[in-house]
């Protein structure tokens, strides 16, 4: 009787010194934060990763996006200490072209350079935390049914901060920007985002009597070669999706957080006057073309690039009034 109960303590005590999976997550999450600290991303990245994912731990969320974000160059200082108050600086958000990442070097498609990549992988893991399907838009109602309020708002700040920076690097790279944040006055030949033949003529009347860089509707060379129809058409339509998805998810976190973010009362009125600018111009656009409200409210790739209400002339629409007016 004593050999067997001896196995039987020894097992026991084996077992319970193991440790469970919030146990792990929870040490998986200091270890990448020791990584990250360091400046280890892939570290905080390896550590993390062989976890598993954990799409209801708010704070391991936080961290996998913190990491992939650390992996495509971004810095929570820097973003604080030099690049947030550059946002609306030319407004509403040209000043995003400006921010410290938004430069770097792309030697092929926008969509298949690594640093983008791993920062839309940050967003997203943010953007669907708690496992939230591809085809639901991922709001913060929908986040708000996975986590507690507080949990909610740190993810949105984080997720705000990220489509800031993505969108300084779309808006760099397709606008064609200048060190200075003016569109059409980079490196390249183009003057406007994309073409805009299937945009509403309605739509287009305005866009050609605006008086910026982009009043050429007719022809696909005043556009960025990467964003035109010379492109496959649902290669394109991913691309100008990503840029929708981008800017409404960003029109739509920044006011609950713009006193946080915006210390400056002076650059939280420029933000909330360039809210104001961007909600005048969403009206403009819907009352002169009416399928242009999908658009505008469409806060998941999937959706943009599936749904048979979205068509290319509407996004271009959109393109046309949101994306020509908010990068000047």
Known sequence: MTKPLIYFFVLMLFFSCGKNADQKTADAVLSANIALSKGNCQSAIDVLEENGRVNGNAVYLKTLASAYACRAGYSTLTFFTTDISKTVTPAPLGGTTTYSTSSAAVTTTLQNDSSFQDMQTAINILLYAGGISSSTEPTSAERKKHFTDSEVADIDSQLL??????????????????????????????????????????????????????????TTTSGHAQLVETVTAATRKTRLCHGVVLLNNIYVLLPNVVASIFSNPADQAAVTAALAAVSGAKSVMTTQDTTTETVSSTLNQAVCENDTAVPVGAIEGYFALMFEGSFQ
């Open 161 to 218: 901060y990220l489509m800031l920076v993505q969108l300084g690097r779309y808006g760099y790279f397709y606008g064609d920007s200048s060190a200075t944040g003016a569109k059409g006055s980079g490196s390249g030949s183009n003057t406007c985002f994309t073409s805009y033949k299937n945009a509403h003529a309605n739509i287009q009347a305005i866009l050609t009597g605006a008086g910026g860089t982009c009043t050429d509707v007719a």
